[in-house]
């Protein structure tokens, strides 16, 4: 299934606003020109022309930010004769006000469109590290369904604090869901180093308990090379899910982090609390933590949704928690992308707008076996 972002209502709007934004230089030359002629002499309303390459700067190039102007001038001067039968110096001194803008707006178009070309480069070159660091979710593992909903808090950002894995192993489909401490480039350069972690481990390590120990030994490593002067103190709440091929079952470790709900194939909704509380990543070691998984009925049928304190702690305007398992009941019939685009509506307008924290949720489905094969006793 494909990932569902914020990044389409972003630009829904944007190719309209554009085609006006452009088109507005020329309409008010031909604004400015129907007033001018239908009013008497004394209302001037050609001296709005002026502006018209100065709007033509906000998103034309220079070349075309000139040919606006030269259009302005022009309309200043049929105006002049329609008006005066000559060029007088009233209508003089609109067109060199005209052509100083037009110099000015020109100029400015050209820095613009140097900007907007270094800028497209290194947002290019984000993106592809972006990428590096999360890369895309695959749709399917083995007989398992992925579904999964990102936001990052951060303006043009693609990537925040928030991080997520699936990969396929010799013990099943190994999943990590995980909240870096923190935001910003710190927040970030941890959660590249766990997920880095995670997919050197997941391979190999024999359970949870052991893939979660990994995991706190890379991150230590990464606390005594990291740049930031903080790195020994951030931490990273974390879902581990195991789901085996081989058994009607899913292996839980939770790291200090958010329950997950289980929604049954009958219809039930049910948050899945740790046995025992563990802490978060990088304060295992301190607290003297031994780390403990779950084992949970997971059937054909059977979903399990991993997501970040961005979902379970969005606020309303009275200050009341996101009410999730309340939702998630609503929405329990519904194919993986339909319920997570309900999650994500919903979410907005409980919220009364974009989320001010990263957001990931992430819906895993053991889907039926083919016809003709059998479902393997627990």
């Known amino acids: 299934m494909p990932t569902i972002t914020d ?29 001018d002629a239908e009013t008497p002499a004394g209302q001037r309303y050609d001296r709005f022309v002026v502006a018209a390459p100065a709007l033509a700067a906000a998103t034309w190039g220079p070349l075309g930010t000139l040919l ?7 309309a200043e001067v049929v105006l002049a004769l329609i008006r005066d039968d000559q060029v007088g110096a009233a209508a003089a001194s609109v067109i060199a006000a005209t052509v100083t803008v037009t ?17 497209a480069l290194v947002r290019s070159v984000a993106r592809t590290a972006q990428q590096v660091v999360l890369r895309p979710l695959p749709d399917r593992l083995n007989d398992v369904d992925l579904a ?37 480039l710190p927040a970030v350069e941890m959660a590249a180093a766990l997920l880095g972690s995670f997919r050197e481990a997941a391979y190999d390590a024999k359970d949870l308990p052991a893939l979660a120990r990994r995991l706190e030994t890379g991150l230590q490593r990464y606390a005594e090379r990291a740049s930031s002067p903080d790195a ?15 058994r009607p079952e899913a292996h839980l470790l939770n790291c200090g982090h958010p329950p997950p709900v289980l929604l049954r194939a009958d219809g039930a909704v049910l948050p899945v609390e740790p046995e025992v509380p563990l802490p978060p ?49 609503r929405w329990s019939a519904e194919p993986g992308t339909v319920l997570l685009e309900h999650l994500r509506g919903d979410l907005r307008r409980y919220a009364g707008g974009p ?16 016809t003709g094969t059998a479902v393997p006793d627990p």
């Open 68 to 74: 606006i102007g030269l259009l302005a001038v022009v």
């Open 7 to 35: 990044d389409s209502d972003s630009h829904r709007s944007r190719p309209m606003l554009g085609t006006v934004v452009r088109l507005s230089p020329f309409l008010l030359i031909a604004l400015s020109a129907a007033a």
């Open 148 to 184: 999964l909903y990102y936001s990052a808090a951060a303006e043009q950002a693609q990537i925040g604090g928030d991080l997520y894995e699936a990969v396929r192993t010799p013990f099943g489909v190994r999943i990590i869901l995980g909240d870096v401490q923190g935001k910003g």
């Open 281 to 329: 990543l990088n304060l295992s070691a301190l607290l003297a933590s031994d780390y403990r998984a779950r084992t949970l009925p997971f059937g054909p049928g059977d979903r399990v949704l991993l997501y970040t304190d961005g979902v379970s702690e969005s606020r309303d305007r009275r200050g009341e928690f996101y009410p999730l398992t309340e939702r998630l009941a």
């Open 232 to 246: 020994a103190e951030r931490f990273a709440t974390a879902l581990l899910l195991e789901i085996p091929a081989d």
């Open 103 to 119: 110099l000015a707006a020109s100029y400015t178009s050209g820095m613009r469109v140097r900007r907007e070309r270094d800028l």
């Open 355 to 370: 989320a001010d924290d990263d957001v990931a949720a992430l819906l895993a489905t053991r889907l039926p076996p083919p």
